[in-house]
């Protein structure tokens, strides 16, 4: 089974603070994801990496940055995280070979206070 | 600029009884259309993927539509269970490449006893 892992399930942080999340995958997929979920407002993605050091903006990447460069591990990094930025990040590998189906982590809540 | 709607309201269905949700598109042509489910807290797990080919898919108790004129898919729980209850997103691919989805909102599901 495809495991996706994320570095923590619940953060708290300040707001100016650098914010790192991890998210690691074991099955050599191509493609990793980093999303956030508000109510009502869904899934929207941040940013995306279809190959190591490879990476391409989503809808809403004003805020983030991120780094891959290892296959299995992709970061997003909030350089100084704000109060609008609390929200639950979910990371998600994919890959061709499977049609593209995604495969979530657990999510990361964080609160920025 | 695409748009892709669930009902946002949650659907309360009784337990035994076919639960059918759905999904609206406008403005792309995908070449495919997947369901994943959401437990609270949880990230999503897949479910299904249709290709634009196909008209209907099955696993289980679960099956897919998908009109590509209407540009609507529509997923049905036959004989749910209070185990069913979740959120429910369809996601879209559309940049063509198929590396990149685009998901709806999500609808609730709660099967009651």
């Known amino acids: 089974d495809v495991k996706v892992t994320q570095s923590s399930r619940y953060l708290v942080k300040r707001t100016g603070e650098k914010v790192f999340l991890e998210c690691v995958q074991d099955?050599?997929?191509?493609?990793m994801f980093w999303y956030r979920q508000d109510p009502g407002l869904g899934l929207r993605l941040i940013y995306f990496?279809?190959?190591?050091?490879?990476?391409e903006k989503g809808d809403i990447p004003e805020g983030y940055s991120v780094s891959r460069e290892k296959k299995e591990r992709f970061s997003l990094i909030l350089e100084s995280a704000s109060t609008n930025q609390t929200s639950m990040y979910l990371c998600?590998?994919?890959?061709?070979?499977?049609?593209?189906?995604?495969?979530f982590g657990p999510g990361t809540r964080l609160t920025v206070t | 600029s695409q748009k892709i709607e669930q009902n946002s309201e949650a659907l309360n269905i009784q337990e035994g009884k076919t639960a059918t949700l759905t999904c609206n598109y406008t403005?792309?042509?995908?070449?495919?259309l997947q369901w994943y489910r959401q437990d609270p807290g949880r990230g999503p797990v897949f479910l299904l993927l249709?290709?634009?080919?196909?008209k209907e898919k099955r696993k289980e108790r679960l099956k897919v539509t998908f009109d590509t004129t209407l540009k609507q898919s529509l997923f049905h729980i036959t004989a749910s269970q209070p185990a069913d209850s979740a959120t429910y997103l369809c996601?879209?691919?559309?940049?063509?490449?198929?590396?990149?989805?685009?998901f709806g909102t999500g609808t609730q599901l709660k099967v009651e006893l």
């Open positions: 996601a879209i691919d559309i940049t063509g490449g198929g590396n990149k989805l685009t």
């Open positions: 990496s279809y190959d190591v050091k490879m990476k």
């Open positions: 249709i290709r634009e080919n196909e």
């Open positions: 998600a590998s994919s890959t061709r070979a499977s049609g593209y189906e995604q495969y």
């Open positions: 099955m050599d997929h191509e493609n």
């Open positions: 403005n792309y042509s995908p070449a495919y």
